[in-house]
């Protein structure tokens, strides 16, 4: 099997099970507004990135995906609450994501933050009922949606939502720019991988490799995005580009050029391939979406 | 002991273990404005009602009552969580709270945003959290967190502020306000009283009498609250009084008059005490808490 038919596949089994959770939601609630907006973001065209690697860690140690895709769907959840609060107008003020109106946009800025707030709601709705009724694996399945809390609150995501606020219109220093990232989208990038992982009962060196290899993408994606704001077109991109340099962002572009950026995008692809060599041939999968992430048009 | 005691000591139990949990934060978090925030909230005189009755289910049954606070404080963080959001000038726009600044008035909208949305996040951590490590009692401590994720979500706490929300302005059936307000407050309170008893374990019968008294005092929270916007004075009630009315609101005064609400409250109140007569003598608090808020004067 070849990168993009795999990638095709597990993106599929993602979308397919999100769409299956809301349209029962839609069914079951009441409040179908609310349902409506909650699923129109979650159906907004993401590319699924965290989903799919949590179901190929389970795929690579031959485990079932329907039992990890909770994990995988917890986790786009909220992801996507974070947008949707992230486009607010008090926040980053965004009128349109992947070429579409943002949620505030079509449902109004009061839904669009109980939305958000479902969202994150839901994500932790759905970890616990599904260990609740995980039997003897209870206890690997509440420690796999620790992992993804700790990861998306208040060290992790959501402080980095806090230094991104905070360095708005000023010069920061690469480090700040590495810890910001770390955790506004590399926290929950680690917690694909690991929650996974954790379920699965990996060996702690099993469970380091992965870790350092999820650090490495993390810190890729973002080179890349940095990357495409500045060489990529509003078409591909979905998105206006040049809106960094326009806000006077720190990027790793602005801290190192162009070709700074992409020799360092080069070099921690090549990190995140390397460790996964206690895996062998298995790891395949997971070592093409570290070359994805760096090739990737938008 | 008096219920006034019983209620100074349970009150403080639950400010010292939050005040402790989010000092011990602040020490462990490198963001340190974004845990400010979200302590300005939890610690700004809140009634502390929910832990309460968290704690009193617990104490009733003369169980520990250690083991049960976190559920007590990650109520009160949904809590918190909810009525920064509530605040928001997309949503409610208030300026005060309690006599106090509303978050956002201090931290800004888009760190207020941020740290509603730590604490929704915290709280599940802490449940997640308390899970992992709850060994033979797991199963029990996460069922209660799924009542807790059940009430604070899509179909409890936030339906409410969405019907609240759709209702703004309009003239609403008693059968709708009931509906939202059984939401929109009274799942989360519903919550308090359930998740301490799925976790100790308690019979179908004891559940099914706790559930009816929190849908009892959870009515009467609300018909007294829509009382003192009438009857009680901005000193006493911490915000301007007068705002229903003003603000084209339906309430229970406004659906039963001053009186007909009245007589409502006295029979819910009655109800709530009555349906406890299973647990005998040992319910004398929580039949108190149901008078106390019945006569509260804020």
Redesign the interface.
């Known amino acids: 099997m070849n990168f993009k038919e795999e990638l095709t596949g597990l993106t599929i089994l993602v979308d397919d099970y999100l769409k299956d959770y809301f349209s029962r ?1 839609k069914s ?4 179908t ?3 409506e907006s ?1 699923n129109y973001s979650v159906m907004a065209g993401g590319k699924r990135i965290r989903p799919v690697l949590t179901l190929a860690v389970a795929k690579m140690m031959s485990k079932d995906l329907i039992e990890v895709m909770p994990f995988a769907a917890a986790i786009e959840m909220i992801h996507t ?2 947008l949707i ?1 992230d486009d ?4 980053d003020n965004d009128d349109y994501r992947r070429g579409k109106p943002t949620n505030h946009k079509v449902f ?4 669009a ?2 939305a ?3 969202l ?3 994500a ?2 759905l ?3 599904t ?2 009724n995980a039997g003897e694996k ?2 690997q399945s ?2 796999a ?2 992992v993804i ?2 990861a ?4 992790g995501m ?2 980095g ?3 991104d ?2 360095s708005e219109g000023k010069q920061i220093s690469a480090s700040t720019l590495k810890t910001m990232h770390r955790k506004k989208t590399g926290a929950l990038i680690m917690a694909s991988v690991i929650a996974p992982a954790v379920y699965i009962g990996l060996s702690g060196e099993e469970i380091k490799a992965l870790s350092e290899y999820a650090e490495h993408i993390g810190i890729a994606f973002q080179i890349k995005d940095d990357i495409l704001d500045v060489e990529s077109t509003s078409e591909e991109l979905g998105k206006p580009v040049g809106s960094d340099e326009r806000n006077n962002k720190t990027t790793y572009v602005s801290l190192y050029g162009l070709d700074g950026a992409r020799k360092m995008l080069q070099e921690v692809t090549q990190k995140a391939v390397e460790v996964l060599e206690i895996f062998g041939g298995k790891a395949w999968f997971l070592k093409e979406i570290a070359y994805f992430i760096a090739e990737r048009r938008n």
Chains 1, 2 share one sequence.
């Open positions: 939601l079951e609630v009441p409040e507004k609310l349902i909650m609450y974070s609060h607010l107008p008090a926040m109004g800025e009061a839904m933050i109980l958000g707030d479902a994150l709601n839901e932790f709705s970890l616990l009922k260990s609740a209870m206890e509440v420690k949606s620790c809390a700790n998306a609150g208040k060290d959501i402080a939502q806090v230094i606020m905070e």
